[in-house]
């Protein structure tokens, strides 16, 4: 196997099609084609089902593409670290935010990563925590931000930041609206097992947390829809299905925060906690490691404006300056 022979079976399995991955190798097709081909007379296994309308991966063609992806990430990372030697910062980084997340860091972020790395590349997803951890260890992604992970081989976790949740309800049309997110009183752990409750489906975080903390206390949720994504689910709850547990800058960058109250858990509280995460089985280049301060500087000004201990830092560490 060679590196254009791997690279074009990944292009063509990702793209779904010889004449799309030509185009985005810069290639003839004739030449893709003959890679792929390469590939498959080596291995002794159709890696492609060919047909009018493209191409997928067969069994063993899924198995070369999650490996192809890492051999292509680690030759990045290789080309990144001999561009050490210049003393330039350069290459791609691949991070993962979860959706609650990237609506708030994605665009500070990246005009501060323009400004600090102007020579490397920036790739940000979003998706779920666990697809995430999958991504770390198969090297489509070099940093993730994960809610209440698990440990996992191969994948290295720090502590980032605790978020309280609340319990978030519809305001009454009678009650006035005087800032985002009023909060009002408190509610026990107990009580909220009487809500009816608009929940994510599982793996998420928060109704993992959730399900689990109620176990722990005898007591089960009642589901009254499970839906997928935060805008989806306060836009349920302002319509009156039933009551939600969020973070309150869920609540805040709702686009019509003022249409909620919040609510503080308590007997116990519940604490969402995010990491950072990164593969415990590739180095960590350069360019990687500004990334991951920098990524720690912005949570810590736009999640943490109060300054607040980070979940890594001791209690009397020194203040950040909010910008």
Known sequence: MDLKQI?????????????????????PQPLLSRHVRLLEVELRQNLLLRNGRGATPTEAG????????????????????????RGALEGRVAIGLPPSIAKILTVPLTREFRVRLPLAALSISESLSVAMQDSLVTGRLDIALLYNA?????????????????????????????????????????????????IPTRPNAIRMMVESELAAIGCQPVIALEIDGVAAILDLVADGAGSAVLSMNAVVTSGRPTAFITRPIHSPALQS??????????????????????IRQTVQTLLNPAGLPMAHEPADAPKPITR
Do not use: N
């Open 7 to 27: 690279e074009s079976f990944v292009r063509v399995a990702e793209l779904g099609s010889f004449t799309r991955a030509a185009t985005a190798l810069g290639i």
């Open 150 to 198: 698990v440990p996992t081989p191969g994948v290295e976790l720090s502590p980032l930041l605790e978020e309280p949740l609340y319990l978030v309800q519809r305001r009454r049309l009678d009650a006035p609206a005087e800032a985002p997110g009023d909060i009002a009183g408190g509610i026990s752990l107990r009580e909220l097992a009487t809500l009816p409750l608009v």
């Open 273 to 294: 906690k995010l990491s950072v995460a990164v593969s415990a089985q590739r180095p960590t280049t350069l360019t990687q490691k500004a990334m991951l301060e920098l």
């Open 62 to 85: 899924r198995v070369l593409l999650e490996h192809g992806r890492g051999i292509l990430h680690q030759v990045q990372r290789a080309r990144e670290e001999l561009g050490r030697v």
